[in-house]
């Protein structure tokens, strides 16, 4: 099968899921998108020894994705450029302090506290995990994903100051957690990195990162400017978004957060400019386009995972711990975080619950967890790790706009 018809399959699939949750479960469409591919894969699965060659097939076409490098060195680029270049700058400036201890401390102590409360709780379901089997899991669950919590902020009724602080942390936590997985792998290895390297890569791949961004942002701003055409705009504004990605993978800094900092950055520089100068809703409706229509691509890839992932009733098990484990140490790292935030801004405006259930997971975790080795623990943690993130994905994601409108009502009523 050549790509072109591996894209075109995949395509087609996404447009008619899509047209067939609008028509019947009428859910938002990426959840919808892929529990219909979900129950697709699981009906197919259960009708193998009927229908092998249906299955085959399917399974074939999940076989020819690495869903890993599709990820973190394909769309995700596209996807955090999107997010950040379409988010509100003036909350999120608003929110820099509530953003930073988020994004740092609380992945930091999240994944600390899963890694603990995994290495001892998994025994009770039969399991007896290695330590750094446990903080590769930790690394790779506490960074909430700015992938499925920007569609959800999309569609549901968040207040503008906590969707900057979703959406900020979302962004920004990826390189942290960036540093830890690769620490664990380190220490897979034999290695053994001491706080202090860790405290020096983390500033190096960061800071850098972020300068690369800001730094190629300022030159596509500049070079927008100077162009009269919409078209030639936003063919500049993806070569950002896809060549400076490359640039800092190639140079060994934090190509997501350079994606990050480039796009929140143009944004920033391109607001100096006036409105004959570039084309801003142009630009505004094209990145809402691709950021749309890449959500569902991947939600489908997600959904189709299920025929590659070896689940048995102990990984199940330990997928079940580890919503219990992820979705309570989140409670307890954003309490924390945020108490700090009041203590150093009087009257800060925010809401717990609705940060600890906003925080999800989505398509960034399993594609790391598909890059743990072979070896280490892998396969329980590729299964725990799809579990946790369409739990996250259908029901925290699907539950959040009808939470909303219920505390909505109950203040209505106080």
């Not at 009906?43 to 690495?66: E, K, L, N, Q, T």
């Not at 600390?112 to 399991?127: D, E, F, K, R, T």
């Not at 143009?266 to 959500?295: G, P």
């Not at 590729?382 to 996250?392: A, D, E, G, I, R």
């Amino acid at each position: 099968m050549s790509t072109l018809a591996l894209i075109s399959i995949v395509v087609t699939a996404t447009a008619l899921l899509a047209w067939l949750n609008a028509r019947t479960l009428r859910l938002p469409m990426t959840i919808g998108i892929m529990l219909l591919t979900i129950l697709g894969a699981v009906v197919m699965s259960a009708a193998s020894g009927a229908f092998p060659g249906v299955h085959d097939w399917a399974a074939g076409i999940v076989d020819r994705v690495r869903f890993e490098d599709l990820i973190l060195h394909g769309m995700l680029g596209l996807l955090l450029f999107a997010g950040s270049f379409l988010l509100d700058l003036q909350y999120l400036k608003r929110e820099k302090l509530a953003v930073t201890l988020l994004a740092l401390f609380g992945t930091l102590i999240s994944a600390g506290a899963v890694a603990s409360l995994m290495y001892w709780l998994l025994p009770l379901v039969g399991m007896h995990p290695h330590w750094i089997e446990c903080i590769f899991f930790g690394a790779l669950i506490s960074p909430t994903d700015p992938i499925a919590v920007l569609e959800m902020l999309h569609r549901t009724g968040v207040a503008k100051n906590i969707q900057a602080q979703l959406a900020g942390e979302s962004l920004f936590n990826d390189g942290v957690g960036a540093v830890l997985f690769l620490a664990a792998l380190s220490a897979a290895r034999g290695s053994r990195p001491t706080a202090g390297h860790l405290a020096l890569s983390l500033m190096l791949q960061s800071g850098g990162g972020l300068l690369l961004g800001v730094a190629l942002a300022w030159f596509t701003s500049e070079m927008m400017r100077l162009s009269d055409a919409y078209q030639i705009e936003i063919m500049l504004t993806l070569s950002l978004a896809l060549g400076g990605y490359c640039v800092a993978e190639s140079l060994h800094v934090s190509a997501p957060l350079e994606a990050v900092a480039a796009g929140l950055a143009l944004r920033r520089f391109n607001l100096n400019h006036h409105h004959a100068e570039i084309a801003h809703e142009s630009l505004d409706r094209f990145w809402t386009v691709i950021d749309e229509i890449q959500n569902a691509l991947l939600f489908v890839l997600v959904g189709l995972e299920v025929l590659a992932i070896p689940f048995s009733g102990q990984t199940m098990a330990s997928g079940g711990v580890a919503i219990a484990v992820v979705t309570c140490v989140r409670l307890g790292a954003v309490s924390l975080v945020l108490w700090a935030v009041r203590l150093l801004q009087r009257g800060h405006e925010t809401s717990i619950v609705t940060l600890t259930w906003g925080g999800l997971r989505g398509g960034l975790s399993i594609a790391l967890a598909l890059a743990v080795p072979e070896g280490q623990g892998r396969v329980w943690i590729l299964v725990t790790t799809y579990v946790v993130v369409v739990f996250s994905i259908v029901v925290q994601g699907g539950t959040l706009d009808i939470f909303l409108k219920r505390m909505k009502g109950q203040r209505r009523l106080a």
